[in-house]
Nanobody, 125 residues
Framework: QVQLVESGGGSVQAGGSLRLSCAGS????????TAWFRQALGKERDFVAV????????RYADSVKGRFTISRDTANDTVYLQMNSLKPEDTAIYYC??????????????????WGQGTQVTVSS
């Protein structure tokens, strides 16, 4: 098990950028694949991006491809989500999730057993 703490959310105008951070604790965090999901008000929690670091693979939802980038700082046990060209439809609570890295870029919520508390991102037009 690992503990995850997100930060970096906030309010920004359309076209702007934010970088979310997910700090992991636990001595085996480097062996975990990490993903970002988001949940808009009244909607399901949807996949955004995942990094399977053992295989060096990343995967993105079509809605964010080319605008968002997931990366990892191994030295600090932190995973980032760089979000550029933000749109109002990106407004949501963003959650970091982690699971033992199988080498696959998994995108379903049920496949992740470790979750952070979430951080709010609001994009105004």
């Amino acid at each position: 098990q690992v503990q995850l703490v997100e930060s970096g959310g906030g309010s920004v105008q359309a076209g702007g950028s934010l970088r979310l951070s997910c700090a992991g604790s636990g001595r085996t965090f480097s062996n975990y694949a990490t993903a970002w999901f988001r949940q808009a008000l009244g909607k399901e929690r949807d996949f955004v991006a995942v990094g399977s670091w053992s295989g060096g693979r990343t995967r993105y939802a079509d809605s964010v491809k080319g605008r968002f980038t997931i990366s990892r700082d191994t030295a600090n046990d932190t995973v980032y989500l760089q979000m550029n060209s933000l749109k109002p439809e990106d407004t949501a609570i963003y959650y970091c999730a982690a699971r033992w890295d199988s080498g696959h870029t998994l995108t379903e919520r049920y496949e992740y057993s470790n979750w952070g508390q979430g951080t709010q991102v609001t994009v105004s037009s």
